[in-house]
T-cell receptor, first 118, second 114 residues
Framework: AQTVTQSQPEMSVQEAETVTLSCTYD???????LFWYKQPPSRQMILVIR??????QNATENRFSVNFQKAAKSFSLKISDSQLGDAAMYFC???????????????FGQGTRLTINP | NAGVMQNPRHLVRRRGQEARLRCSPM?????VYWYRQLPEEGLKFMVY????????ESGMPKERFSAEFPKEGPSILRIQQVVRGDSAAYFC????????????FGSGTRLTVV
């Protein structure tokens, strides 16, 4: 079974600075998806960024980018120019690319609480 | 163009009562997933349903929990004889099919058992 580990329960950063959140995962599969979700106090789960494992290029979405190291099974999230609205819980998640029905679920890490200091 | 709608947003039940959580998927989505989030933890998969079918219930507790997604109406997650350990946020997500890109979450229902 796949597992996802986020080793940083809490992180803080000064507004406008850059912060990197870590995520490692364990899988025997070669093709899969990886995600970062943001959960603000409203509890809404918001997709931040997605990476397909078969793509070598790291995904980027505006101020958010990932460092995907497939061999190391590492998937970190970098937030540039941090803003107060970035404060939230951040969850790393894994999903198999397999099409069998049991593979449809997301496997989440424990989360990292990010605080932005003004 | 409403997203995934969950209700109620908050639900308080006494020990031994039944809890019913509702999820209306996005328009055009026929696949529903339920997840549970215990305090200060990540989301854990519970069950995956299509209309009138349970596809994967590998994350559901063996007793007291059930889920359905009828041909008409919302998906229901039902917890019978609730205990304090059932207190959690329950999230529903929907997708149009096996693809990933339409995987959209609702805002969750926070269940408190007193």
């Amino acid at each position: 079974a796949q597992t996802v580990t986020q080793s940083q329960p809490e992180m803080s950063v000064q507004e406008a600075e850059t912060v990197t959140l870590s995520c490692t995962y364990d899988t025997s599969e070669s093709d899969y998806y990886l995600f970062w979700y943001k959960q603000p106090p409203s509890r809404q789960m918001i997709l931040v960024i997605r990476q397909e494992a078969y793509k070598q290029q790291n995904a980027t979405e505006n101020r958010f980018s990932v460092n995907f190291q497939k061999a190391a099974k590492s998937f970190s999230l970098k937030i540039s120019d941090s803003q107060l609205g970035d404060a939230a819980m951040y969850f790393c998640a894994y999903r198999s690319l397999d099409t069998f029905q049991g593979a449809q679920k997301l496997v989440f890490g424990q989360g990292t609480r990010l605080t932005i200091n003004p | 163009n409403a997203g995934v709608m969950q209700n109620p947003r908050h639900l308080v039940r006494r020990r031994g009562q039944e809890a019913r959580l509702r999820c209306s998927p996005m328009k055009g989505h026929s696949h529903v997933y339920w997840y549970r989030q215990l305090p200060e933890e990540g989301l854990k998969f519970m069950v995956y349903l299509q209309k009138e079918n349970i596809i994967d219930e590998s994350g559901m507790p063996k007793e007291r929990f059930s889920a359905e997604f009828p041909k008409e109406g919302p998906s229901i997650l039902r917890i019978q004889q609730v205990v304090r350990g059932d207190s959690a946020a329950y999230f529903c997500a929907s997708s149009p099919g096996f693809g990933v890109y339409g995987y959209t979450f609702g805002s969750g229902t926070r269940l408190t058992v007193v």
